[in-house]
């Protein structure tokens, strides 16, 4: 990994020995700093940055709002929650947890046939032209075997270039995403998980192992934080999730996921 | 005719009971001889005033045609006596339910438990809406909500003389209900820190006050509450998990089933632990007593049943003399045997007084079990399981008799009829099935639920069945 050379310095020699002091003077000093150039702006970035610090604002006072109920005492709620099941059925999941995982055997069944029943069945074929583009080296720049690639992609946690002499393919750091938007079709929320894989690339196998994200490609996240148990009691950790928007135009990646 | 006789093959037969012993002494019938003729012969014997309806077992198969039809594949040594065993079947028989006579609505979500008093008279269901609701059953109508809990109400509990029912919710509360007035019998009993999954109550020929009543909830506790004087008496502690059913045995035992999979077995004059009853490799979900019928319906007869359920009458002490003649015919000399169903696919048959070991493990579900039940007369095991088939086991010996296949998913309750001869089984699939335990085949199928059926009962009195589920309406 080329960009955590601040916390690789600072893992080797510590910090500055009035470093800690004089951040905290500065963060004390911050509300001055703040209000000092609000009086001062003019202008069309005056009116933009009062937009947005209005908008600041309101949310602040709504946070201390809450807090401020936290701390009075409520009677509970007295609304029961629905969906009443019998004695023996609630330590168990439900049988939609069984359709779950009928569903994952299915889907397994279907992976090994090469077959996805996924939300976004049909996306556009990417080109070559358009995913990679060519590279000119060489001191006429006349050689022309290298690619870099145009979309977002994905490369792990271990990885590490090859001599760029040798490298075919670059991935440029500005399109790498650890990260993706994933929502869950049931839930209706979207939690931000860290992407694991990419499991297939719908255009070609050679994007999949590249791992450039497209749109519909099937990529798998790590789903631990949403504690999700299987009938056995096992954690599940990984899931798939297909990917729903076009990354390389939105800078993020909003993918739903696959239950 | 003589000369027809002559020329069939004779043989030696000697009748016996289902404990072993001998009745009369061994004679001669000719091989064709029907069940009519034996029953004809063997009432002769028994000297009874009314003649009761038998059944005949010769090597455990049933004689249905003829004794030569039975004896066609086994090989038979003519000079040797033959063993028949008969069995008194009930003498009522309950008419199969045909159809739904109405469907009660009222409850504001899902129904999720329903049961019959012991007499049949009063219907009382609990409902996710935090209601128990009383139905009067000649009308067909509401009668009562009891209003009182604060969430859902999971279970409840008729005692064995009618006149309380008792229902735990999952906020950990035990209420009382008096069923002739719809109003709460004294305070509210909490304790407990988690859901309660069970409710049981005394026998009534230990105790016919019907006094004391058990509650087994998630927290692993078991309590002993003293609905007299409103107050927890016991506090049995000792599952490690969930205890997910608890039975009040008719011989002065407490059996407890847990998710932490083992059965514990206690005296419930004191409150000892004596026994724990491991085997299974999962959680334990239900348990069912051979004498649990008859515990349920304490004083009341099913065979007196009348049209218009009546409560029955008599003293304190004429109740418990009943019940304790009827809790001795059904139990006979053998004591109490236990069947536990769990969530690794088998069953286990225990003698609990006796033994830790168990006396036969029954396998055979595809899925978990979720219900497990003795028939009245205590001679077949129904286990109802979620692979969608019901499983009907000998309940003396627990050898696998047949499989009900006909639900489309999950089975989640059963219910028997009081003589035996019927099965009703409820469904995630929304409807009901009756199966005829003789001829081992589906008699009615019940449809006209909306959602997944989740309790199902049948009146001991044997005129009805109840049903309640997740489409909020009681059929």
Redesign the interface.
Known sequence: PQNEYIELHRKRYGYRLDYHERRRKKEGREAHERSRKAKKMIGLKAKLYHKQRHAEKIQMKKTIKMHEKRNTKKKND?K?P??????????REG?SRAKVLSNMIKQKRKEKAGKWEVPVPKVRAQGETEVLKVIRTGKRKKKAWKRMVTKVCFVGDGFTRKPPKYERFIRPMGLRFKKAHVTHPELKATFCLPILGVKKNPSSPLYTTLGVITKGTVIEVNVSELGLVTQGGKVIWGKYAQVTNNPENDGCINAVLLV | NMSLDEDVQRLLIQFRDEAGESLGSPFDVPVTITPDKLQLVCNALLQKDEPVPLAFFVHDAEIVASLEKTLAGQSVETEKVLDIIYQPQAVFRVRAVTRCTSSLEGHT??V??VAFSPTGKYLASG????TVRFWDLSTETPQFTAKGH???V??IAWSPDGKKLASGC?NSQIFLWDPATGNQIGRVLAGHSK????LCWEPLHINPECRYLASAS?DGSIRIWDTLMGRCDKILTSHTQ?V?CVKWGGDGLLYSSS?DRTIKVWRSQDGVLCRTLQGHAH?V??MALSTDYVLRTGAFEPAEATINPQDVSGSLAELKDKAQQRYDQVRGQEPERLVSGSDDFTLFLWRPAEDKKPLERMTGHQALI??VLFSPDTRIIASASFDKSIKLWDGRTGKYLTSLRGHVS?V?QIAWSADSRLLVSGS?DSTLKVWDAKMKKLAIDLPGHADEV??TDWSPDGQRVASGGKDKCLR
């Not at chain 1, 009443?84 to 059925?89: I, K, R």
């Not at chain 2, 409902?127 to 935090?130: C, L, V």
């Not at chain 2, 859901?195 to 069970?198: A, K, L, P």
């Open positions: 007295e029961t629905k969906g009443a099941v019998p004695a023996y059925l609630l330590d049988q | 979500e899902a999720i438990s409902s996710g809406d935090t604060r969430h859902w999971l279970s999952k859901w309660i999954t069970c998630k969930s997910t998710q959680w979900n239900t979720n219900q999950a989640y995630s989740y309790a």
